[in-house]
């Protein structure tokens, strides 16, 4: 049965209102999973702390399918506004733990297929290279130190549910995690300008790692200094280099594609 909280002074909102910062998100372990569709998209086995809906989202739909699993709380729409980070509150959220992933258990499959981003800043930007390493098959993304949160609201939002599928590692040391990737036989493709083979020259049916960096700035030199080689992408026209996000879709796509398309003899 769910509870009912009106007061803007009791507990469980105050906790909500923390969640904002990142520094409480990182101290608990945890985040918040807001609206319909990305709540529903929560697989059954993700661990849940608990659902929160507003007042009108109780009395238009069917809250047995969440309080089966887990403690609902109704309150206010005002107080559900109050505590939600979207414009337009759809009336429900769940607080979701922080799943952890052991990368030695990962790397031990066959032909691991991963992706190390360093410093992306912009939320939209990571959302989408992490939606489309989902997409692919990554099996894990790094994310480097000073990268923007992977749980903040517009990040989560963008991953359109790919958080609660794919194994995602942030506030990584690039120079410990390229090790780590060495250490497993799993060569290092870093993309960068100076690259001197695109990546349809690489044999991509075997473990890789690429690393993609700052969305202004490239890769760092330090960065670029622990790849195994450099790749880089055809742009015959006019521009001088490609959206973050878009370069990660094209080099992802790419093993994809020597992936599914049999070898030719």
Same mark, same amino acid.
């Given at each position: 049965?769910?509870?009912?909280?009106?007061?803007?002074?009791?507990?469980?909102?105050?906790?909500?209102?923390?969640?904002?910062?990142?520094?409480?998100?990182?101290?608990?372990?945890?985040?918040?999973?807001?609206?319909?569709?990305?709540? +529903?998209?929560?697989?059954?086995?993700?661990?849940?702390?608990?659902?929160?809906?507003?007042?009108?989202?109780?009395?238009?739909?069917?809250?047995? &399918?969440?309080?089966?699993?887990?403690?609902?709380?109704?309150?206010?729409?005002?107080?559900?506004?109050?505590?939600?980070?979207?414009?337009?509150?759809?009336?429900?959220?769940?607080?979701?733990?922080?799943?952890?992933?052991?990368?030695?258990?990962?790397?031990?499959?066959?032909?691991?297929?991963?992706? &190390?981003?360093?410093?992306?800043?912009?939320?939209?930007?990571?959302?989408?290279?992490?939606?489309?390493?989902?997409?692919?098959?990554?099996?894990?993304?790094?994310?480097?130190?000073?990268?923007?949160?992977?749980?903040?609201?517009?990040?989560?939002?963008?991953?359109?549910?790919?958080?609660?599928?794919?194994?995602?590692?942030?506030?990584?040391?690039?120079?410990?995690?390229?090790?780590? &990737?060495?250490?497993?036989?799993?060569?290092?493709?870093?993309?960068?300008?100076?690259?001197?083979?695109?990546?349809?020259?690489?044999?991509?049916?075997?473990?890789?790692?690429?690393?993609?960096?700052?969305?202004?700035?490239?890769? +760092?030199?330090?960065?670029?200094?622990?790849?195994? +080689?450099?790749?880089?992408?055809?742009?015959?026209?006019?521009?001088?280099?490609?959206?973050?996000?878009?370069?990660?879709?094209?080099? &992802?796509?790419?093993?994809?594609?020597?992936?599914?398309?049999?070898?030719?003899?």
């Amino acid at each position: 049965m769910a509870k009912r909280i009106e007061s803007p002074h009791n507990q469980l909102v105050k906790r909500l209102n923390g969640l904002k910062l990142r520094k409480n998100r990182e101290k608990e372990k945890v985040f918040v999973a807001e609206g319909l569709r990305f709540v +529903s998209e929560i697989p059954k086995d993700f661990p849940v702390e608990y659902y929160v809906v507003s007042n009108s989202f109780a009395e238009n739909h069917d809250l047995a &399918l969440w309080e089966k699993t887990n403690d609902v709380y109704i309150v206010p729409d005002t107080l559900f506004a109050s505590v939600s980070e979207t414009e337009t509150p759809q009336g429900i959220l769940a607080v979701c733990q922080q799943k952890k992933t052991d990368f030695d258990l990962l790397a031990e499959q066959k032909n691991g297929f991963y992706l &190390l981003a360093e410093e992306i800043n912009d939320p939209g930007n990571l959302g989408t290279i992490l939606r489309t390493a989902s997409a692919c098959g990554v099996d894990a993304v790094f994310l480097s130190k000073g990268s923007v949160d992977l749980y903040h609201p517009k990040v989560l939002r963008a991953t359109m549910g790919a958080v609660f599928h794919l194994p995602i590692f942030q506030n990584v040391d690039i120079k410990k995690t390229a090790s780590l &990737l060495r250490s497993h036989g799993i060569p290092l493709y870093g993309a960068h300008l100076l690259g001197r083979q695109y990546p349809y020259s690489l044999n991509l049916r075997r473990a890789c790692a690429f690393m993609i960096g700052n969305e202004a700035r490239g890769l +760092s030199e330090e960065a670029a200094s622990l790849c195994d +080689s450099y790749v880089k992408i055809p742009m015959p026209g006019k521009a001088e280099s490609l959206n973050a996000a878009v370069a990660a879709a094209v080099l &992802l796509y790419e093993v994809v594609r020597q992936r599914l398309v049999p070898r030719q003899n």
